[in-house]
C-alpha cells in the first residue's frame, strides 16, 4: 500500500487540504499484491460500516511508476486514490504520469489490474463529487492492465449494499497504449462497471471526459464506459447528462462491447475527427462541423456549441461566415502554411473544452503533430527526406522509446514553437545512423545537408550516450544548411568515442556536433550538459561542438550548461 500522502486510511479517517507537489512513486521487485495512488493507496471502510473522506486536496505533477513485478495478485494504480471506499469531493489530479510497465506476468497466473487517472478500482458507498484529472497515463506491459478508464478502472458493487454516486467529475487527461498492447477493456471515463454482489442503483451523472487516446485497438476503446460487465450491472447504474468527446478518444462508441448506448451519455464531435484538414489550397474551402449532444428524456440541456475561433493575429486561414451554428468553412489566405482552428463547447459552470482542428493550407507541407509522425519525417514515403515539415502540437516521446537517428535531411522542419520532449527516451536507447562503417552520426536529426533547414524548434529533455563521429542534442551535423530560432534545454550528451586505430575524431554538441557552411542565428541553449571523450581530437560545445565556414547571428545564449572534453 503506497500513497503520495498516505499508504491506507480506514474508517473514519477526514482528511482536507492535502497538496502533493512533484515527486514520485515507485514500485519494484516482487509482490503479491499493490496499491499506488497519488493520494491514497486504500481506503477501507471499517467494522463500523463508516467511510473516510477526501476532500479540497490534490496533486500536481507527482508520478506514478510501476516498472517490475511478478505477482498472482491484483495491482491498482490511479492519480488520487488506488483502491477501496471514499466520499472524495473537490479533489483533482493535475498532470503528472502514471507508468504501467514492467515484465508482467503469464496470463493465467496474474490477478487483475484495475487503473483510472483518478481512481483505481472504488466499491459501493463511493461518492465522487467536483473531482477531476488530467493525468498522463503510459502502458507497456502488455500484461500490465486489465481495465483502464481515463477517470476510473472499475466501479464495482459491495456486499454492504449501498449505493455510489459520480457527480461533476470529469477527465481530460492522456492515454498512450504502447505497441503490443491488446488492452481491453479502455474507457475515456470509466473502464468497467461490474455489479459485484451489488443490487442497490448507483448514479453517474454531469461528468465529461476528453481524454486523449492513442495507441489503443479500435476493437478495444471506447468512449465514455469501457465495459458495462452485465446485465445486472446495466439495470442498476443511472446515467444522467454526461458526455464524451469523439475527436480525443477516437473511439467508435461510447460503451464497448456491442452494447446499447444507455440514455444519459451523449456524443460531441467535430468533423473532421482526424483532427487535421490537410493540403487546403489558397483561396479553396473546407468545412467544419460541429456535433452537439442531442438530450433526451428528462435530461436538460447541458453543453453547446460555443462558436469557431483563431489566433486575432493569424491570417494563414479565413472562417467564412458559418451558415448555421455549428457549421463553418474555412479559406486559405496564404500559401505553405498550417495553423489551427478551434471548436469551443461551452457549459454554465464548467470549464469549456477546445477542439483544435490543424489545418495545413497546401504548398506540400506535411503537418506533424504526433511523435508517431515525428519519427517518421525524413524516411521516404509520405515523409520524404526533402519534404517540407509543420509542427502542429507539443509531441512527447513515449516512456520506453527507442530510437533511430534519422538519415540525411534536406528538408525544411517548421517545430512551430511546439515542443519536442524526448524525457521517454533512456540514454542506452539512442541508435546512430551511419552513412557508412567510419561516419557515425547520433542525434534526433543525423545530417541535415543541400539547402535544409530547421526552424522555430524546441527540444527539452534528451539523455544520449553512445560512440559517434558526430553527436548533436538536435542534429548529429549541419551543413550547407539553416538553423533558425531554436531552444534546446536539459541536453545531456555523452560521446564515448572511439579508439584511435577506428575513428579519429568524436565531436558533442547540445545543438549539433559540426556545422559547416551554414548559418544560424537565434540559438538558445539551457540546463544541459556535454561530454565527450577520445583519444585523440575531441570537440565539445555547449552549443557546437565545431564550426567551420559558418556564422551565427541574432541574439545567442548558452545558460547553466557545463562542457567536458577527456582526451
Known sequence: YAGGAFGAVNSTAAVDGIKVIGGSLNLSGTVLSSTQGGLIGASYRGADAKVSTLKNSSTENFDITRKSFVTSGWARMAGAVAEGVIHADNVHVKGGTIDISGDGV??????????GGFAGCVSGDTKLTNCSTSANTVVNDPLATDCLGGFLGVLNGTPQGVASVLDNCRATGTISIGAGVNHSPLGGFIGLISSYQDVIPRTIKNCYTSTKISGAQAASLSGFVGRINDAASASITTYENNMWVKNTTMAGSAVGGGAAVPTGIYEMSVTPLSNSITNLALNATSPLTATVPTYTGADAVQWKFGGWSKAASDTVVQLINPTSPTAASVRAMEDNKATSITAKFTRVGYEDINIPIS???????????????????GGGGAFPANGK???TA?????AGTAYTTKALFSGVYDGGGFSIDCAGIAKDKWTANADDASYIRMGLFGGVCNAGALQNINVKNIDMQGSALMMGGLAAEVWNSTLKNITVQNIRLNNLGFAASTQSEAHAGAVAGHMHMSNASDIT?????????????????????RQTESSLTG????????VEAVQ
Open 106 to 115: 503469464d496470463a493465467a497466473s496474474r490477478g487483475n489490474r484495475f487503473n
Open 359 to 377: 489545418v495545413g493550407t497546401g504548398g506540400g507541407w506535411i503537418v506533424v503533430d504526433t511523435w508517431e509522425k515525428f519519427v517518421q519525417v
Open 389 to 391: 515539415y509543420i509542427q
Open 394 to 398: 507539443n509531441i512527447t516521446a513515449p
Open 525 to 545: 541553449v539551457k540546463d544541459s550538459n556535454i561530454k565527450a571523450t577520445n583519444e585523440r581530437n575531441t570537440f565539445a560545445g555547449g552549443m557546437f561542438a
Open 555 to 562: 541574439t545567442n545564449k548558452v545558460q547553466n550548461t557545463i
